[in-house]
């Protein structure tokens, strides 16, 4: 395990995987093997998931204009990896988030999840046949939720974990909470959401709550952590802000994307020659480390590493290689995104409204 | 007009009712005649509705365990005296509201309103055929409208109007909004709320929102000022936190009845001399201002009043006469909550869910 992740672990009290890890997501899954999922909350909660076995796997779209990148990409890919042996696996549409925090109007939203989310996360390999996708604007259920957690949450708490407290974020959070422990509404069972760190105050707000809640018989939300994906500049993590340092799912045009991953931050030395002599360094090497998230053959990822690490390989090469293997990614994406928009359109996804359709389908 | 309406209506800012006023409700109803309706915010907007004719009359329930008193029976009369001009007329059950704030679970506060509250409602006179009733968990359609206000009311605002802004207070208040505009998802509509002063905050705070919403565009709502039914002690207003000075609908026994009505706060002098000389001070008599709440026969009123401030007739009388008019008002009125009740057990109400439901209606 990187430095980097143990440290992370220790700050923020997570936990290490546990062996018991790999009988609650496919074990193959590269993001097992390169420990990109690199921490849990808690591990006493995955080993119970592998005793009980059923649990569900869960995410949020939040429906704007912009494209996801990369990271989000990251996401899915984990949701993927959980949904081999989840008993749910759920995708919800924030579009009321959406509303109260980034001033989109719900149709908006709604149309925005309609025409790219959902089928970008049909194409990028969600199951829809066993994927479950519904609108928070259409459930009314999560209120059911929020207005307990609300009850068991004070105002300093929400201040202490997100430094404010604004209406439109606490209303936010509260019916996040929804959302996570919604499908216990119809049965308790563990739920896994794989996240950044950065959601973790998320998670634990939730674990604290649904301790506390008298009304509810709620089984524990168990935070998967997800390693940043970085920005392109080796600064922080990938990040739709900077849209300049984020590779998009599409990206506009080959020729912006080349020149996005000619521009990343490289390990390797300054000059051709000390690059052939000291080779890269790879824990700073941007393009190599996208690879990691996306380069799917090992043996390919294995021998990159060691020709690029020891000056065999140099920076430009690793980039043409990145921007050829992203290049084909988005044109095999870009089919199977015209594919999961006609599923859309033709109602062949599995669009719940509340807790009745949600019993209906278990 | 008492001075002490005129000092709330300047204290508070709000506007005298206007001579239209009497187009926008039952204007032979004793409430009007009785100045017991006696401030508006604001008049402009009721001078408005009188032109346009269209407006909901609009009302919530809080299910909890306790029996409503002769202070809510005070906005169920004026509900009537507006049901007989308005388009539509609301009944909410704020169940949410309920979970939240008094800690009654849905499934409780459901059966709370089912078997006494609605039937109450309807017991007491508004039409079964006209009134719409639902409950707030069942409504998707709130949401929409507390996300969008959560953006355009700060927590300092909320805190200015309320002195605490815990979670569960601004979540409420937020659904609440919902409630107050939700029949204008259907058609932009004015609003007609019977409060007593202390929901002024949320009338005032509701109106604020809309007029900044970007997203929907609602007419006003207006509220409309009940006088206080007094506490039996003469000091402030009746009360269900105090309910040994509080007369419930229906009480427990007679016995309970007469010994509350015979201990109120009485404005008729200590001893029976004296009350034969001076006369009663009506504007102290609890008895007497209860029975301007609820006596309708206006000569009547008007005999006692007489008869009672110059001396003809002494405290105990009208005690008396207050007892039996409400022991037969409240034999009465459980016979009508029974009926009631089959009603509701029939599914003989007009209980919605949503917009679409409502649309339906319209």
């Known amino acids: 395990m990187e430095g980097r992740a143990r440290r992370l672990i220790e700050e923020f009290g997570l936990d290490y995987l546990p062996e018991e890890f790999k009988a609650i997501i496919d074990e193959k899954h590269m993001y097992v093997s390169r420990g990109i999922l690199f921490a849990c909350r808690t591990s006493e909660d995955i080993r119970k998931i592998k005793e009980v076995r059923d649990f569900y796997a869960l995410t949020g779209i939040m429906p704007s204009h912009e494209k996801i990148h990369l990271g989000t990409l990251a996401v899915v890919e984990s949701m993927k990896a959980f949904q081999k042996k989840s008993k749910l696996t759920i995708v919800l549409v924030a579009d009321l988030e959406a509303l109260a925090t980034r001033n989109v109007p719900l149709d908006v939203g709604r149309k925005y999840a309609l025409e790219y989310h959902i089928p970008t996360y049909i194409a990028l390999g969600l199951d829809p046949d066993k994927t479950i996708f519904y609108f928070q604007s259409e459930n009314v259920d999560l209120q059911k939720i929020a207005f307990d957690a609300a009850k068991e949450i004070t105002l300093s708490e929400f201040r202490a974990v997100y430094g404010d407290a604004n209406p439109s974020r606490i209303v936010s959070v509260l019916h996040q909470m929804g959302d ?171 669009l719940i409204h509340n807790r009745n359709d949600l019993k209906n389908i278990i």
Chains 1, 2 share one sequence.
């Open 180 to 350: 996570m422990l919604f499908p216990q509404l119809v049965e308790p069972m563990y739920g896994v959401i794989p996240v950044g760190l950065d959601q973790d105050p998320h998670i634990r707000l939730c674990r604290d709550y649904l301790k506390r809640t008298r009304v509810y018989n709620f089984k524990p939300i168990v935070g998967v952590y997800i390693r940043d994906v970085p920005s392109l500049d080796g600064q922080g993590k990938m990040s739709k802000s900077e849209p300049h340092k984020a590779i998009f799912i599409p990206e506009e045009d080959y020729k912006t994307l080349r020149r996005k991953i000619f521009k990343a931050f490289s390990g390797g030395a300054p000059s051709l020659e000390e690059q052939r002599k000291r080779g890269a360094d790879l824990s700073k090497d941007v393009p190599y480390k996208i690879l990691e998230f996306v380069l799917r053959d090992e043996k390919q990822l294995r021998k990159i590493a060691e020709d690029y690490s020891t000056g065999k390989m140099i920076s430009g090469e690793v980039k043409e290689f990145l921007f050829e293997y992203l290049k084909s990614f988005m044109k095999d994406f870009k089919e199977k995104l015209e594919q999961a928009r006609e599923l859309v359109k033709a109602n062949d996804i599995i």
